[in-house]
């Protein structure tokens, strides 16, 4: 069984500059979450995607967005990128309602720094 | 506010001794999961444990133990006879019942094991 991915593993980008992050869920899970993690602290919650519908929402501005496909991959984009977007970002999927699984499993994230 | 309090930013132990780490949370909900997550440099988060809400007997995975006081808002971990390999920042959480994924995150405690 495949394990969640994400790519790149680290990114610089510049202030106003937009971003695309990238994540492969395990494999048949249909719900996957994004966080952001600044450094020393805990991951904040972004959004959820359900069967390729945002699902929930953080108190993150709508700048940040997201996708979900058919084979249940995932994009977390950012525009106009802010020096404070500097963080781990992790992606997570899990079973979902569906199976009433609560467990998420964690990809190893993306670095994002932003000049 | 849902929140998740980690009071000990930083902890050392021994090898092969134990360590208490301690966590405290807010919700006025009553169904909800709990979890501790470690993090180790390589950044990926792996669950350690999980404890469901409705269940008053504290969950146990090998070394790992939790201490869960519902009324109290509390859930400490607990890990016996420490290994190198524990070294890591850890993390308490929990998600609600109702709302799917969204879990919510403490700051995190670093662990050091001593050799």
């Known amino acids: 069984e495949t394990g969640v991915t994400q790519s790149p593993t680290h990114l610089i980008k510049t202030r106003g500059q937009q971003v695309t992050l990238r994540c492969s869920s395990q494999?048949?899970?249909?719900?996957v979450s994004w966080y952001q993690q600044a450094l020393g602290q805990g991951p904040q919650f972004i959004f959820q995607?359900?069967?390729?519908?945002?699902?929930g929402r953080g108190n993150f501005p709508p700048r940040f967005s997201g996708l979900q496909f058919p084979n249940y991959s995932s994009e977390l984009n950012v525009n106009a990128l802010e020096l404070d977007d500097s963080a781990l970002y992790l992606c997570?999927?899990?079973?979902?309602?569906?199976?009433?699984?609560?467990?998420?499993?964690f990809g190893p994230g993306t670095r994002l720094t932003v000049t | 506010a849902q929140t998740v309090t980690q009071s000990q930013p930083e902890m050392s132990v021994q090898e092969a001794e134990t360590v208490t780490l301690s966590c405290t949370y807010d919700?006025?909900?009553?169904?909800?999961?709990l979890f501790w997550y470690k993090q180790p440099p390589s950044r990926q988060m792996i669950l350690v444990i999980r404890?469901?809400?409705?269940?008053?007997q504290n969950a146990t995975e090998n070394r790992f133990s939790v201490n869960f006081q519902k009324a109290a808002k509390s859930f400490s971990l607990k890990i016996s006879d420490s290994q190198l390999g524990d070294a890591a920042m850890y993390f308490c959480?929990?998600?609600?019942?109702?709302?799917?994924?969204?879990?919510?995150f403490g700051p995190g405690t670093s662990l050091s094991v001593i050799p």
């Open positions: 997570a999927s899990s079973p979902g309602r569906d199976r009433g699984i609560y467990e998420q499993y």
């Open positions: 494999s048949g899970h249909n719900t």
């Open positions: 995607y359900y069967r390729e519908e945002e699902n």
């Open positions: 919700t006025s909900e009553s169904d909800y999961y």
């Open positions: 404890q469901e809400a409705y269940k008053q």
């Open positions: 959480a929990y998600r609600l019942k109702t709302s799917y994924d969204k879990v919510i």
